[in-house]
């Protein structure tokens, strides 16, 4: 009897599935709903079968590994799922299960080995995590004097475009007067890709790792630039000690308490990308949009698809770290529908939608639009 079949008979297969994503496959009854409103559909006719893996994760039939690194887990299927199933769960379970019999996508190892080695992900000196910050006003977070910690993250630490990000958001939180510190060359890796690629029980050891490192420093309180990295830190760290924020909530806060007063007016149309993982994963919408409607002459215009619907960038669930190829990028569906809107600023506020949307407005040839964060924006109002 060949394996895979006794795989099936005995059930050892399906109850490793059910372990891995804590039975989360279980309520589906296959309508089909994921399927149809996964954004692979919009890029290809071979779209990503959803509904067929969840149904072999249902039943342990081998199989499902083929297309499981597609995903980006965007999470638009869970929204519109009657059930209410945790669809990232079953595929993150399902890709730990491919770590386990060695059937991964090619590139993913390199980029855990550079985790282990490098404490990031972007294969870069930890050395040079604080490089970014030459010349500003950053002192070492001390939880006696400093309200919040600032968490720059890998993204922001080593990729370029994000270093400017991370350099607006020191302008704004100065100009707000913002006590805050961070931790430099010392700041931990959050894990993220780790567990983004489904490499559960690494992405575990460094979340333990990452918890002493705040808890030796006496954090109780951080705030992060990427969404990714707040989503880890508030659902994926247990019993972490401290409260964790994404940036745009943080200023959202400061300008609805005074202490961030927006001057300069800026005549601009901005259209907004919702980040998947600020969004559908943590319902976080309005904040965002409160500080654009702060900026004094902007004029914020809606894309047809947003909130809750709005299209994914093709960057989360470990796609930053894979090859797609270029009419395959929902980006270049996203960039077209902002410059639609007649946009000269299509904001966001996550760093692997900054890259992923400037490259299709590069590709695209859209000139007239400009791919910006909320903390350049918001930076930008602050000049006279």
């Known amino acids: 009897m060949p394996d895979e079949l006794h795989l099936v008979i005995n059930g050892d297969l399906h109850e490793r599935l059910i372990e891995l994503t804590g039975g989360a496959a279980a309520l589906c009854y296959q309508c089909g709903t994921c399927t149809a409103s996964c954004p692979w559909g919009l890029v290809r006719e071979d779209h990503l079968p959803v509904r067929k893996i969840i149904h072999q994760a249902q039943l342990g039939v081998p199989g499902w590994e083929a297309n499981l690194w597609q995903c980006t887990t965007c999470g638009q299927c869970e929204v519109l799922c009657p059930r209410g199933v945790k669809i990232t769960d079953v595929f993150r379970g399902l890709r730990e299960l491919a770590w386990e019999e060695r059937r991964v996508e090619k590139g993913l190892p390199s980029l855990l080995w550079s985790i282990y080695w490098n404490e990031n992900p972007w294969s870069q000196p930890p050395s040079t995590r604080d490089v970014w910050a030459k010349g500003l006003e950053m002192p070492a977070f001390d939880p006696e004097q400093h309200e919040t910690l600032l968490y720059v993250g890998c993204t922001s630490s080593f990729d370029r475009r994000a270093q400017k990000v991370a350099r607006a958001l020191v302008k704004v939180l100065n100009a707000a007067g913002v006590k805050f510190g961070y931790l430099g060359i010392d700041e931990p890796c959050c894990g993220e890709s780790a567990l983004s690629v489904g490499h559960l029980p690494y992405f575990n050891e460094i ?13 109780r309180q951080l705030m992060t630039i ?16 401290f409260e964790s924020f994404h940036y745009t909530q943080f200023l959202a806060q400061l300008i609805a308490n005074g202490r961030l007063k927006l001057s300069n007016e800026m005549k601009e149309k901005i259209t907004f990308q919702d980040p998947c993982y600020l969004g559908r994963h943590n319902n976080e919408y309005e904040a965002p949009r409160a500080i654009l409607a702060a900026i004094p002459g902007a004029h914020v215009i809606e894309m047809p698809r947003n ?19 270029n009419a395959d990028r929902f980006s270049n569906l996203r960039a077209t529908e902002a410059s639609e809107t007649g946009a000269g600023i299509l904001a966001t506020a996550c760093p692997f939608c900054i890259v992923c949307l400037e490259d299709s407005v590069k590709s695209l040839n859209l000139s007239k639009l400009h791919v910006m964060d909320i903390a350049e924006v918001v930076a930008l109002a602050l000049e006279k």
């Open 307 to 325: 909130k809750s619907e709005g299209l994914c960038c093709g960057g989360g669930g470990g796609r930053m770290w894979l090859e797609t190829v």
């Open 226 to 241: 990427s969404p990714h990295c707040y989503d880890t830190f508030k659902n994926h760290y247990q019993d972490a000690g």
């Open 207 to 219: 979340a333990q790792k990452t918890i002493k490192v705040f808890h030796d420093k006496g954090v």
